[in-house]
Structure formats: C-alpha cells, structure tokens
C-alpha cells in the first residue's frame, strides 16, 4: 500500500522548546490515522506541518510533495478541519458555499447541500449567529463535498457536547469512509474514536512514543485484571503500568504470551485510552519500567487520556 | 483567475464599510442637492451667464467627499485585512483552501488599490450626472440671476478623464504606504494601528536626534500633504495640468481655473514614485512570506 505521509527525522523548534523531536513515521492510502497525545504534546504541530502551515526542519512528504513548499497545491488533495472555532463569524452560511465553490476545483455544491438539507442552518445566517453544533455540522458539510483523498482533523469535536460529537462521527463515518479516502486526526477523546481508527501514533513531548496497527495491538499488549493472591507473581513480570479498580489491581502488559497471564487472571485487550496512559507513564520513569505499580500511576488518570 | 476573483468577492462580504462608506457619501450628495435651497453666483459683469464655471466647480468638488471617504475605510481595510484572519483564527480556515498566500495577499492589494478606488470613481462620475439632472430640472443654480448651463457634455468627459488620471496618478503614489498598512497588518501581533504609525515616527524622531536630519519625515510628510492637497483642492492646478496634457483637452472646454506649474505629469516623472513603486512591491513580498511563515494561530 503506497504512503500518502512520509514524515522523516522532522524537528520543530518555537525558540528553544522544542516542540517536535526528529518524528517519523508513515501514513498508508485507506488508513484511519490516530494521532494521541495530551495536550502540548506536539500533536498540532504535528498536523501543521505536515498541511505545510509551519516551516519545520527534516521532511514532511504528502502526496510526494513537500508540505512547506507546496501548501496551496497539497490543498487541492487534503482537507482540513481544526476545531469548530475557525470559520470567520462575518461569513455568510451561502457565501461559505459559493466561496469553497469558487476557489476549491473538487468541490461538488450538490453533497454540500445534501448535507445541510439535513440540518436547521438557515443559509442567509451568519456563522456567528449559528450554535456551535451548527457551526460544526456547517464545516463538515463543506469539507465532505470536496473530493480529497486526505481528510485531516484536528480536535474536530472540540468544545461540542455529546450528541454532536456523536453526529459527527457518524457523519464522517457515513459519508467520507464509503470513499476509502485516508484520515488523519488528533483527539483527547480517544474513546470516540477507538473503534474508528486502524492506525495509531502516541506521541509525547515531541516523541514518538508508539506506533502502531491498531489490528496488532491485542498480540502485543494485554491487560490483566489481577486474580485475588497472584499479585506478586503478576508484579513479577513486569508490567508496563499498573492501577487499581475497586480494590483490585489491574495491569498492562507488553510483550507477554497470553497463556503466562491468564493463569494469573482475566486477561482482555487494552482500550487505546488505557493503553496511552501506560506507554506515557512507563516513559515517564523510563529507569523503572515496573514503576507503574508504585507511585507512578497516580501520575496521570485515565480520565485525563480519555 | 477564477480564484482570484473569487477571493476579492469575499474581502468585500468581510469588509461592507468598503461599499457602504462610498454608497452612503452618494446618497448624502444627492439627498443634499436635491433639498439644497437656491445658489446663486456673481460673477460681476464681465462674466456672462452663459459661463459653465459653476458646473466645472461642482464637478471637481464632487469627487472629493467620496475620495476622503474611501480613502480612509481603505486605510483601515488595509491595516486590518492580514490581522483580522489571525485573530478570529479563520486564517486556519482560508489556508486549508488551495489558495496560495501570494493570491490572497495580492487579492487583498487590488481590493484596496483598485477595486475600491475605481468603483468609487465610477459612483462618483455617475452621481455628478444625476446631481447635474436635479439641479437643472429645479433650476437652482442661478449666475448673475440668470440660469447657467449645468451640463457640457465635452467638460463632463474632460473632468472625469483629469480624474480618472489624477486618481491612477495618486493611487502608484500611494502604493508604498498601502503596502506598508499591509505590512504592519501581518506583522502585528496585537494592534496594528500602533505598528503602522509607530516605527515610522519614532525612526524619525531617531534619525533626526542622531544624524540631524529628517529624511524620513519628510518622506512621510511628502506623501500626506500631497491627498491634503488633492483631497481639499488646494492644488488645483494639480489636477488640470493632467487635463492640459491630455489629447482630449484641446481648446474645447477651457475651464474657469486656469492652472500653472507641473502637478501629476511632474509626479508621473519624479524618481521618488517609481522608487516608492520598487519600495511597495518589496514590502508586499515580505506581508507574503509573513502570512506564509508566521504560526502564531
């Protein structure tokens, strides 16, 4: 399968911090690209510039071409959607249309209008007077006329409650997947999208931490809900991260034979949510990889990763 | 092309002061001249009731409101058009379009440049018709108690050309500063109001306490009094020295205000222009590789 992101050895500095930290990694054609982090982690530096929005230095290839050069060009193929907050409040909900119409060559007016026949946007509104789950629906409508081959997201649900961010996941599943086009996004709300993605980056402080097919998680990586008296034999092997539900200790394991676990417990796969947290606490104490049973996970929740 | 096009059509949805000032100087005109009670001039004897010079006066008066408002909702168009995109963040938005920044950046300069300016010219040329409409149908405008003639056609054709000429004139001689107002709108990262009129005083106010010069006041200075003096028709023979120079003018409709010395053919020739002109288009560049470059969203 061809990749449609080539990203090598990129490195971003804002003065002295470094943001990025000699990231690479590849995006196939058809994948479904998660890309997780917390927040400052690098995760929209990231996505600005493989969209060629922020000189960088290393490689970034989309497409072939090389983001930061080729920005208006790479356009034609990607698109792009930050979070709901900018499509300019002045903007007309008919003149958005006739805009991406008249400046986007993919754009078909028709889905568009498809699309927001379905809503309660009156299009003679300003975006400003619309709420932000209109504003959101409004994006969408816009971005899924447009025939790319490269959707990318950044925070899309942001700020939107709870049947929003349902509906537009299910928009996008609806209406964009049937394409086999590629995606890429970068969310805190891992378990919105947990059964979405087949591809997932975490990345943290500029690093890679993981990255991964979301279909080999399961083979490398198990969770262990620790029976009653196999504590020690399960700390004894080392897991990547530990908690406790209800009293009762459950651990993650990377690497481990699923037969070796299951006689100390119940054994499941991981969620991704689950699984982030452990990667970031193991690098967190990288001198103690069995830290996460001690102090190290009250570090970080997991509501935080959700 | 399309693109382009596209773009300056939606600087003008964003920016409604850029119609509505002019539109609304029209309205106010007319309104004006409809309502206005008898005008009458004496010219003494000498001069018969037959002369066209009030209807030459109000032609040249009449652009003059709708260039002053132009002029500024321009300038404040200019300085908000490169700022406003990041503050609302919708630049995150008009970037993930395949538009490039040069594109947009150019699209905005036409606007401001030529779009605006020319619209407003051609308002102004076919609200002097109507003006002259109303005040001949009510006969309002009397010379030594005679009704003078308020149309010619020729004279009508010969001021709007001098206009026309003057405004292209004014418009490459303003080009610099527009393009420094643009400058200062990518570079701001608050208020570019204070970026437009700070550095440049106070690089005066430096050069003058270091070299004892004041070069670059006078460059500033230079370019303001020229619109003061276009603006309120101090100059007046800035404008006809134009119309003498063009084919056109001839002997037809020599006007009542007789000019001498070189006004925009002189402006047309001086170095500083086309200087200003080089200067301009370098400051464009850099408003473009700024927009291109800069991630502060």
């Given at each position: 399968m061809a990749n449609i992101i080539e990203v090598r050895g990129l490195t971003k500095r804002y003065g002295r911090s470094l943001a990025l930290d000699g990231v690479s990694f590849n995006v196939g054609a058809g994948r479904i690209f998660g890309l997780i982090g917390r927040n400052g982690a690098g995760k929209t530096t990231l996505l600005k510039a493989i969209l060629g929005l922020t000189p960088y230095e290393g490689s970034v290839r989309v497409f072939g071409l090389e983001a930061a050069r080729d920005r208006s060009a790479l356009m034609n193929e990607i698109c792009f959607i930050a979070d709901t907050g900018v499509l300019p409040r002045w903007l007309r909900v008919d003149h958005a249309i006739d805009y991406v119409q008249g400046v986007h060559p993919r754009f078909e007016r028709a889905r568009a209008e498809a699309v927001l026949a379905g809503t309660r946007i009156p299009r003679r509104a300003r975006i400003g007077e619309l709420s932000k789950g209109m504003i959101t629906q409004l994006h969408l409508a816009l971005i899924l006329a447009i025939d790319a081959r490269l959707l990318v997201l950044d925070e899309p649900t942001l700020g939107l409650d709870l049947i929003y961010r349902r509906q537009f996941y299910d928009t996008l599943l609806t209406d964009y997947l049937d394409k086999e086009r590629t995606i890429l996004l970068t969310t805190h709300q891992v378990e919105e999208v947990e059964n979405l993605l087949t591809d997932v980056l975490f990345i943290d402080r500029g690093r890679v931490l993981l990255d991964a097919v979301v279909e080999d998680l399961p083979r490398r990586f198990l969770q262990l809900e620790v029976a009653a008296g196999q504590r020690e034999a399960a700390s004894a092997l080392k897991p990547l991260y530990s908690r406790e539900v209800l009293g009762r200790p459950v651990m993650l394991f990377e690497n481990q034979p699923r037969e070796v676990l299951a006689g100390l417990g119940e054994v499941h796969p991981p969620a991704i949510g689950e699984l982030f947290v452990a990667k970031l606490t193991a690098a967190a104490s990288p001198d103690d990889p069995s830290g996460g049973s001690s102090g190290g996970s009250s570090r970080l929740t997991t509501g935080e990763a959700a | 092309m399309k693109v382009l096009a596209m773009q300056m059509r939606r600087e003008i949805w964003e920016h409604r002061s850029l119609w509505i000032a002019p539109l609304l100087i029209a309205v106010l005109l007319l309104v004006g001249v409809a309502t206005l009670g008898r005008i009458q001039f004496y010219e003494g004897p000498a001069r018969p009731a037959t002369a066209t010079a009030p209807f030459e006066l109000m032609l040249l008066g009449w652009g003059v409101p709708f260039y002053l408002a132009a002029g500024i909702v321009v300038a404040v168009y200019l300085l908000d058009c490169l700022y406003g995109e990041r503050r609302d963040r919708s630049i995150l938005f008009w970037r993930?379009?395949?538009?490039s920044d040069t594109e947009t950046v150019l699209a905005k300069l036409l606007v401001g440049l030529v779009v605006v300016p020319y619209a407003t010219f051609l308002l102004s040329a076919l609200t002097s018709v109507l003006a002259s409409v109303i005040l001949a149908v009510r006969h309002h405008v009397l010379v030594n108690g005679q009704v003078a003639p308020l149309w010619n056609t020729l004279m009508w054709v010969r001021m709007q050309l001098v206009m026309l000429y003057g405004l292209t004139v004014l418009l490459l001689w303003y080009a610099p500063y527009a393009a420094y107002l643009m400058l200062a709108s990518a570079w701001a990262r608050r208020s570019p109001y204070a970026w437009a009129f700070v550095p440049p005083v106070l690089l005066a106010v430096c050069e003058n306490m270091v070299f004892g010069t004041n070069y670059l006041g006078r460059i500033v200075e230079r370019g303001f009094s020229q619109v003061l003096r276009l603006a309120f028709n101090l100059n007046l023979q800035f404008a006809y020295s134009v119309g003498e120079s063009l084919p056109l003018a001839g002997n037809a409709a020599r006007g009542a205000v007789r000019p001498t010395g070189g006004g925009a053919t002189d402006l047309l020739a001086s170095p500083q222009l086309w200087l200003g002109l080089v200067v301009a288009a370098l400051m464009i560049a850099l408003a473009i590789r700024l927009r291109r470059y800069r991630d502060d969203s």
């Open positions: - | 993930s379009m395949p538009v």
